[in-house]
C-alpha cells in the first residue's frame, strides 16, 4: 500500500514561486513513477508533470512548460514540483500520484486513471 502526502501549498502573488512536496511511504519506492495533477473548482483533473524513479525522463502539461520544474529526490522518498512565475490559472487543488508502470511508449503518464495511488491534495491559490 503506498501512501503519498503533499505539503507546500499556500496563498502566493502572481509571479512568485512556490515548491511543493510529495512524500511516499509504502511499497517500493524504485518499482513506481510519480505524477503531479491539479483540479480547480469547476475543472476536470489536469496532468502537471511526470517524473521517472531514476528521475532521468520527466513530462510536463502544456500549461506550466517552462515554469514548473519536477524533481524526485530518492533518499528521502520526496518528489518536488517548483512553480516559477505563478499566474491566476494555476490555482487549484494540486495531487501527487503514483504509477506502477513504464508510459514512456504510450503517454500513459498524462492520465488520471493511469495512476493507482493518490494523495490527499495541497491548496494552492494565486493572487493578481
Known amino acids: 500500500q503506498v501512501q503519498l502526502v503533499e505539503s507546500g501549498g499556500g496563498l502566493v502573488q502572481a509571479g512568485d514561486s512556490l515548491r511543493l512536496s510529495c512524500t511516499a511511504s509504502g511499497g517500493s519506492f524504485s518499482t513506481y513513477a510519480l505524477g503531479w495533477f491539479r483540479q480547480a473548482p469547476g475543472k476536470e483533473r489536469e496532468f502537471v508533470a511526470h517524473?521517472?524513479?531514476?528521475?532521468?525522463?520527466?513530462y510536463y502539461g502544456d500549461s506550466v512548460k517552462d515554469r514548473f520544474t519536477i524533481s524526485i529526490d530518492n533518499a528521502k522518498n520526496t518528489m518536488y514540483l517548483q512553480m516559477n512565475r505563478v499566474e491566476s490559472g494555476d490555482t487549484a487543488v494540486y495531487y501527487c500520484a503514483a504509477i506502477f508502470r513504464d508510459c514512456s511508449v504510450d503517454g500513459c503518464y498524462a492520465r488520471v486513471l493511469s495512476y493507482g495511488y493518490w494523495g490527499q491534495g495541497t491548496q494552492v491559490t494565486v493572487s493578481s
Open positions: 517524473i521517472t524513479y531514476s528521475g532521468t525522463d520527466t
